[in-house]
């Protein structure tokens, strides 16, 4: 629950908060991509967050992008 938690922060930090796995893994520093996907697949079946095809605010590639509901 502590990475996801490091994840939630970092989505919510980053508005418009569309991140794509790939950015979220090179920032979190996680081993792989998998990894990321995972968590941001699960945060994305909250309420909170949702997983959507756009652009990544980060790295501007059109990708499975996480963005935030809140706010
Ligand atoms: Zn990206």
Not at 28 to 46: D, E, K, P, R, V
Request: with cysteine; proline share 3%; charged share 20%.
């Amino acid at each position: 629950m502590l990475v996801a938690q490091r994840v939630n922060d970092f989505v919510t930090s980053h508005p418009p908060n569309a991140l794509c796995d790939r950015c979220i893994c090179d920032a979190m520093n996680f081993n792989s991509h998998a990894h990321s996907a995972q968590i941001t697949g699960a945060l994305g079946t909250t309420s909170d967050f949702e997983r959507l095809r756009g652009i990544c605010n980060v790295c501007k590639e059109e990708r499975v992008v996480i963005r935030c509901m809140k706010g």
